[in-house]
């Protein structure tokens, strides 16, 4: 087998902003493989978060050597971007080389159309009022948080301008307990109806003694299934990235075992094009919350990108991946 990585940006339709920073461009790594004639390609998204760079994450492709397959590849990469777009890639190799899609290996029913979040970016309430409003037409929300007292403002700022849209929140670590029991109540009233990672990974414990009024999502907290027994008592979903599981394998592993714990499931993005969620598709069949608005997000996106429409984002076409 041949491994190439590539950096290849994609420019941000407007300048997207969290609790951690913000940014106009999406720095993808894409990765080919190519075995026999066939070529299976994939895309990680290197986060700072996790101590990802464009530079690190290739030198850990760049690094592998010899004959591997993905269950392999468990044991020769972490958890992380650059397992994710190794994996992806030796999914789609493989479906191109047996003339089926990923989902028939898989032994998954062919992937149907999941309605999205759409992410408004963290600003003030006013601006965030006018995004709100902007895209009151879209079925469900997703509020990112984590700017201190001002997120009350926020949020019914947000509501105010979509009325009738379901909400979710991401707070992106951003919160304190004290900040999280006086912002739960306020989301419970204006009908929010789960909060993603209200508290820092590494302080989530505190949620043991909060009083969880709405549902709480774990991000940060939950990156594969190693990960599942730290949840226990502080959360009641599991968002999964599959630049956090390091690819399909694990990601629909993680699923498997959120659902048999008792938690429901998200299924997640970093800003990225349509070849990094379109395995994320797989995964979200039937997930309390699907999260995969990366493509809606950009300016410019792949060739033959994911189909958005009213039922939701579909699963790729055979040009895409897998």
């Given at each position: 087998?041949?491994?190439?990585?590539?950096?290849?940006?994609?420019?941000?339709?407007?300048?997207?902003?969290?609790?951690?920073?913000?940014?106009?461009?999406?720095?993808?790594?894409?990765?080919?493989?190519?075995?026999?004639?066939?070529?299976?390609?994939?895309?990680?998204?290197?986060?700072?978060?996790?101590g990802?760079?464009?530079?690190?994450?290739?030198?850990?492709?760049?690094?592998l050597?010899?004959?591997?397959?993905?269950?392999?590849?468990?044991?020769?990469?972490?958890?992380?971007?650059?397992?994710?777009?190794?994996?992806?890639?030796?999914?789609?190799?493989?479906?191109?080389?047996?003339?089926?899609?990923?989902w028939?290996?898989?032994?998954?029913?062919?992937?149907?159309?999941?309605?999205?979040?759409?992410?408004?970016?963290?600003?003030?309430?006013?601006?965030?009022?006018?995004?709100?409003?902007?895209?009151?037409?879209?079925?469900?929300?997703?509020?990112?948080?984590?700017?201190?007292?001002?997120?009350?403002?926020?949020?019914?700022?947000?509501?105010?301008?979509?009325?009738?849209?379901?909400?979710?929140?991401?707070a992106?670590?951003?919160?304190?307990?004290?900040l999280?029991?006086?912002?739960?109540?306020?989301?419970?009233?204006?009908?929010?109806?789960?909060?993603?990672?209200?508290?820092?990974?590494?302080?989530?414990?505190?949620?043991?003694?909060?009083?969880?009024?709405?549902?709480?999502?774990?991000?940060?907290?939950?990156?594969?299934?190693?990960?599942?027994?730290?949840?226990?008592?502080?959360?009641?979903?599991?968002?999964?990235?599959?630049?956090?599981?390091?690819?399909?394998?694990?990601?629909?592993?993680?699923r498997?075992?959120?659902?048999?714990?008792?938690?429901?499931?998200?299924?997640?993005?970093?800003?990225?094009?349509?070849?990094?969620?379109?395995?994320?598709?797989?995964?979200?069949?039937?997930?309390?919350?699907?999260?995969?608005?990366?493509?809606?997000?950009?300016?410019?996106?792949?060739?033959?990108?994911?189909?958005?429409?009213?039922?939701?984002?579909?699963?790729?076409?055979?040009?895409?991946?897998?």
């Amino acid at each position: 087998m041949e491994i190439t990585v590539t950096p290849d940006i994609f420019k941000l339709a407007q300048v997207f902003t969290i609790a951690r920073g913000s940014r106009t461009e999406a720095k993808v790594l894409t990765v080919r493989i190519s075995d026999k004639g066939v070529t299976g390609w994939g895309e990680c998204v290197p986060y700072a978060r996790y101590g990802e760079t464009l530079e690190s994450v290739t030198d850990q492709i760049n690094g592998l050597s010899g004959a591997f397959d993905r269950e392999t590849l468990l044991d020769l990469l972490p958890a992380g971007a650059a397992r994710n777009a190794v994996d992806c890639a030796l999914w789609d190799l493989q479906a191109k080389q047996a003339g089926k899609r990923v989902w028939e290996l898989a032994g998954l029913p062919a992937p149907k159309p999941e309605i999205t979040a759409y992410t408004l970016s963290l600003d003030t309430p006013e601006k965030m009022q006018v995004q709100a409003a902007e895209n009151a037409f879209r079925p469900l929300l997703k509020t990112k948080l984590g700017g201190g007292e001002e997120d009350v403002a926020r949020i019914e700022a947000v509501r105010r301008g979509a009325k009738d849209a379901r909400i979710i929140v991401d707070a992106n670590e951003g919160w304190t307990p004290e900040l999280y029991q006086t912002l739960a109540p306020v989301l419970v009233r204006l009908g929010v109806e789960m909060v993603e990672q209200p508290l820092p990974a590494g302080a989530d414990d505190a949620l043991l003694e909060l009083e969880r009024v709405l549902p709480v999502c774990a991000d940060e907290s939950c990156h594969d299934s190693a990960s599942l027994p730290h949840l226990a008592g502080k959360y009641d979903m599991a968002n999964i990235k599959l630049d956090k599981t390091g690819g399909l394998t694990e990601a629909l592993r993680l699923r498997d075992a959120s659902l048999a714990a008792g938690y429901k499931v998200m299924v997640g993005c970093m800003v990225g094009s349509s070849l990094a969620m379109a395995p994320a598709t797989l995964v979200a069949q039937g997930a309390a919350v699907t999260d995969l608005d990366g493509p809606l997000l950009l300016a410019q996106d792949r060739p033959e990108p994911l189909f958005f429409d009213e039922f939701g984002v579909h699963g790729p076409s055979v040009g895409l991946w897998g």
